[in-house]
């Protein structure tokens, strides 16, 4: 599968297996190719301590927001392969605030046009995955590319 693919979008939550992710689509795309990272930041909810019910949903002031944006890139930037320029894959950050991270992946791999999605999963099963849900599990069956998911071989739920 080494350089398989010319145009790979790996969206990453920047989780050690989002880092692992990022580093598979570097070995998957072909020299010469692009790899776009992309990490959509999700709005912080407060939930209630009476039920869970979202109570407030919180949004950075601009300047805030500036600064993360910023953090965000350049933690981006940080996981690009030195080897990359040398091997002339080109790399595309793409840092985005939106409350549907599926959305976003899939919106980003159609304007993109990539041939396939590399992506960490944290492997939740049972109760762990009906309560966080899987925006991994969602891409794999909503996609129209090939989606290469990257986990621990003994992730628990």
Not at 69 to 93: I, S, W, Y
Not at 137 to 143: H, I, M, P, Q
């Amino acid at each position: 599968m080494r350089n398989s693919f010319l145009n790979v979008l790996c969206p990453t939550d920047l989780s050690p297996m989002g880092d692992l992710a990022v580093a598979v689509a570097y070995d998957v795309v072909k020299p010469s190719g692009v790899v776009h990272l992309l990490h959509v930041q999700e709005p912080a909810y407060v939930p209630s301590p009476f039920d869970g019910t979202v109570i407030q949903t919180y949004y950075p002031d601009p300047d805030e927001q500036a600064a993360l944006d910023r953090k965000t890139v350049e933690r981006l930037q940080k996981l690009v392969p030195a080897t990359a320029a040398a091997k002339g894959v080109r790399t595309e950050v793409v840092a985005l605030r939106d409350p549907s991270v599926l959305g976003q992946v899939l919106a980003e791999a159609k304007k993109r046009h990539v041939d396939a999605i590399v992506m960490g999963t944290r492997g939740r099963s049972g109760l762990g995955r009906l309560l966080m849900g899987s925006v991994a599990t969602a891409v794999l069956k909503e996609a129209t590319v090939p989606v290469l998911l990257i986990h621990e071989p003994h992730a628990k739920a």
